[in-house]
């Protein structure tokens, strides 16, 4: 499980890296926008932002998602068990996220990271207390990716 863990994190990574660069030209001018209390300017940024990453990871990832094992095969010597599984919902989650790095950039921007950060710690506190009852009761290995 750890080998299809890396290797999901490598593809995760790879794909999150592409998203990130373009994001990173956007933020600066959600940033300034905010700052000149451009209310309209700053919402459709955020909201086009959102639009061109979740396109991109669609470009990026439609076809690994149709072609993994496939991919996967070419890629390593032996493909570990999960690795499809754990890649394809990888990419499930980064879809999420994609949608809400422009709203992260907006948070910062408003200079209020406190509840963002209290609610950041809450959350993976969270997560790690249902993760810890998921494989107690034997849950599969996937459900890390659900919670």
């Given at each position: 499980m750890n080998a299809a863990m890396g290797v999901s994190n490598q593809v995760r990574s790879t794909v999150n890296t592409f998203i990130t660069?373009?994001?990173m030209a956007v933020n600066p001018q959600i940033t300034k926008s905010y700052a000149n209390n451009d209310w309209h300017r700053t919402n459709d940024l955020m909201f086009l932002?959102?639009?061109i990453s979740a396109a991109l990871l669609f470009i990026l990832g439609f076809p690994l998602v149709f072609n993994i094992d496939y991919v996967?095969?070419?890629?390593?010597?032996?493909?570990p068990e999960y690795t499809s599984t754990?890649?394809?919902l990888s990419l499930m989650a980064l879809l999420i996220g994609a949608f809400t790095i422009p709203f992260n950039c907006l948070m910062f921007a408003t200079g209020k990271i406190k509840y963002y950060q209290i609610s950041?710690?809450?959350i993976n506190v969270t997560g790690i207390i249902a993760l810890y009852l998921?494989?107690?009761y034997n849950f599969g290995p996937y459900v890390i990716f659900y919670v």
């Open positions: 660069n373009f994001t932002s959102s639009k996967l095969n070419i890629w390593l010597d032996t493909v754990f890649v394809l950041c710690v809450i998921f494989f107690k």
